[in-house]
């Protein structure tokens, strides 16, 4: 398998990074291998069809968020998005029928939490404190204002 280095990365990218592919039945992504830095790629031997990603790990937390309305009904199937400071792109969850998702974060980097609606329309905002590796960082009962626009059981 070859994975192109992005240029902004390539002068700083390590000889050699872990491999990881992804678990369709358990939906986690398992280190197998590396790969070695071949000029601007990356270049490793794989063992199976699959997602595959080059990748270091980094420390991690857990979020556990729970999304309800004024009401104090859960909001399922709700967006729950963070965006690490300088980031371009959020990162999202679902809700489910408790209004609970939770996710591996970063630690100690800011982050930004957003709730949306189904028309993709920003309804709650919160910034997050930084977070130590290992801990379980809990955001309950998060109450937004209904618009009208998302869905409840």
Same mark, same amino acid.
């Given at each position: 398998?070859?994975?192109?280095?992005?240029?902004? #990365?390539t002068a700083?990218?390590?000889?050699?990074?872990? /491999? !990881?592919?992804?678990?369709?039945?358990?939906?986690?992504?398992?280190?197998?291998?590396?790969?070695?830095?071949?000029?601007?790629?990356?270049?490793?031997?794989?063992?199976?069809?699959? !997602?595959?990603? %080059? &990748?270091? #790990?980094?420390?991690?937390?857990? /979020?556990?968020?729970?999304?309800?309305?004024?009401?104090?009904?859960?909001?399922?199937?709700t967006v729950?998005?963070?965006?690490?400071?300088?980031?371009?792109?959020?990162?999202?969850?679902?809700?489910?029928?408790?209004? &609970?998702?939770?996710?591996y974060i970063?630690?100690?980097?800011? /982050? /930004?939490?957003?709730?949306?609606?189904? %028309?993709?329309?920003?309804?709650? @905002?919160?910034?997050?404190?930084?977070?130590?590796?290992?801990? @379980?960082?809990?955001? #309950? &009962?998060?109450?937004?204002?209904?618009?009208?626009?998302?869905?409840?059981?």
């Amino acid at each position: 398998m070859t994975v192109a280095i992005d240029a902004a #990365q390539t002068a700083t990218a390590p000889a050699a990074i872990p /491999l !990881w592919s992804f678990n369709e039945f358990t939906g986690i992504w398992q280190e197998e291998g590396s790969a070695a830095k071949v000029g601007n790629t990356y270049v490793g031997n794989v063992s199976h069809f699959s !997602w595959w990603n %080059c &990748d270091l #790990q980094s420390p991690q937390a857990i /979020l556990k968020v729970n999304v309800k309305n004024a009401a104090g009904i859960p909001m399922v199937n709700t967006v729950v998005a963070l965006r690490r400071s300088g980031q371009t792109y959020d990162t999202s969850g679902i809700t489910d029928n408790s209004g &609970d998702v939770s996710g591996y974060i970063p630690v100690n980097k800011t /982050l /930004l939490l957003k709730v949306y609606d189904v %028309c993709n329309t920003v309804i709650y @905002t919160a910034n997050l404190a930084l977070v130590a590796a290992g801990s @379980t960082f809990v955001l #309950q &009962d998060i109450t937004v204002t209904s618009t009208g626009k998302f869905r409840e059981i």
